[in-house]
């Protein structure tokens, strides 16, 4: 028996997988976090006055559903699921079904009942006995199966139309992400970029698809994260890779990428399309080491140890106005960095995730910490002491003067500059220091080291900060 019902049952889930997938004029916007806006061109005509549509479409929330013809008004939208075994039952109440069942020695016999009820279970033979249970596996006919969510819409025309058209949001049924590729070469860098949509439930044929960036609210829960295909076992999922880059809009507050041609999507594949034409354009590279004071409160005295900080290592790739690459705006993803080893094999410099980029804005990451460029820092002087009130009444104020020395090594054959920076919020300032102090902002400053090849080079500077 749990042989045929596993049997039945997989026959069950095959018919339901095989709902046919949106066809004809659908038009799909597909969103980061999963939300698909799908439209729908019906060649159903609607007469002046009240129409019912019915339609057969997965994953459809009804109560987002609405017409966006602006003479078309939903007047009511009912959501029937597609059918289980239980409900099938249910709908087959006074109708006689087949039931298969296993012969105690082998085989399967097939048995006629009546379904009288299903709660609790009451089933007539066709010589009158009635059984308690269920006499087998049932085999429904295909009237009692819905395969596919079905929606009744009652809509209301103002004046005849030659199409239905309908609008409504799918949650969690795809998703898209942005990666570029920077090739550094010399002091130029080639730049491509991709745009790749993972589709976890959306079956689509032949639509028109859009990528839509921003950052858009959410004012309903989000559903519960797609299960994955296996469970401990790696999926390799098909890359379609277009042919044409994608074409750009602002739409409101976001940017709209409309995909070139028409797209079909299923899920467990993915589709990766070009966002604009390989470009060509400046880059800069930067070596920061971060500063010692916290943002806010007094920094405590420091072991006279040196103390080991890493020297991050920051690339800005240039998105000027007035080129092809700095006009076209970005959308959020994730930036590759990549150079030429000596052999010419491209090898991966870093890996760092970006926000949207407005066109004429730079784009900054962080591709990781430095290897041949290390940095010590060691607190040489602490200070702390009560300052009286500025004016009677008010509670007396504290200033706290701290002295500090880095030094940076640098094992490349080509000399190197390094940023050390501090920021801090309230009233602070650099008193003194070795090198000269630039002002980036009324919370952070900071030194330009020139470190020689092969070489060290010390910063000291002292810090003095109130409260």
Not at 58 to 78: E, Q
Not at 279 to 290: C, I, N
Request: some cysteine; glycine content about 8%; charged content about 20%.
């Amino acid at each position: 028996m749990a042989q045929i019902a596993a049997s039945i049952g997989v026959a069950v889930l095959a018919g339901i997988a095989a709902v046919a997938p949106l066809a004809g004029q659908t038009s799909l916007s597909i969103y980061t976090d999963g939300r698909v806006v799908v439209r729908r061109s019906l060649p159903q005509s609607l007469d002046k006055g009240r129409n019912t549509v019915g339609l057969k479409l997965d994953g459809l929330d009804p109560a987002t559903l609405f017409s966006p013809d602006t003479s078309v008004a939903l007047v009511s939208a009912v959501l029937r699921p597609a059918t289980d075994r239980a409900g099938a039952l249910a709908r087959a109440a006074g109708q006689s079904l087949a039931f298969v069942r296993m012969r105690p020695g082998g085989g399967v016999d097939t048995v006629h009942a009546t379904v009288i009820r299903t709660e609790p279970p009451q089933y007539r033979l066709p010589d009158g006995r009635l059984l308690l249970s269920e006499p087998g596996e049932p085999l429904f006919p295909a009237d009692l199966v819905r395969t596919a969510p079905e929606v009744s819409v009652a809509l209301e025309a103002a004046r005849a139309r030659p199409r239905t058209d309908l609008a409504y949001v799918v949650d969690g049924a795809a998703r898209w992400l942005a990666v570029y590729q920077a090739v550094l070469l010399g002091v130029k860098c080639q730049v491509s970029g991709t745009a790749t949509i993972s589709s976890q439930t959306l079956r689509a044929d032949s639509a028109d698809v859009q990528l839509v960036a921003g950052a858009i609210n959410r004012g309903r829960p989000a559903p519960p994260a797609p299960q994955p295909f296996g469970s401990r076992t790696l999926q390799l999922q098909a890359v379609v890779v277009g042919g044409n880059e994608a074409s750009e809009e602002a739409v409101g507050e976001t940017h709209v990428y409309q995909l070139p041609g028409r797209q079909s999507l299923e899920p467990g594949v993915s589709l990766s399309v070009a966002l604009f034409p390989e470009a060509t354009t400046a880059y800069a590279q930067e070596f920061v080491v971060p500063g010692a004071l916290p943002w806010r409160g007094f920094p405590g005295q420091a072991a006279g140890e040196p103390d080991r900080v890493p020297v991050q290592v920051w690339y800005t790739l240039k998105h000027a106005h007035g080129t092809a690459f700095g006009d076209r705006p970005l959308p959020g993803g994730t930036v590759q960095l990549y150079q030429a080893d000596s052999a010419g094999r491209l090898q991966l410099l870093g890996e760092a995730r970006t926000s949207h980029t407005a066109a004429g804005r730079d784009v900054r990451v962080q591709s990781g910490d430095a290897f041949d460029v290390t940095a010590e820092r060691v607190q040489t002087d602490y200070n702390q002491e009560q300052l009286a009130p500025p004016k009677r009444g008010m509670a007396p104020r504290q200033r706290l003067t701290a002295s500090y020395k880095v030094t940076i090594s640098n094992a490349k054959a080509t000399p190197v500059t390094v940023d050390v920076r501090e920021a801090r919020f309230g009233v602070w300032q650099v008193t003194e220091s070795s090198v000269p102090v630039e002002k980036l902002s009324a919370t952070e400053v900071r030194f330009r080291v020139p470190v020689p090849a092969n070489g060290d080079a010390t910063l000291t500077y002292t810090v003095q900060a109130e409260s």
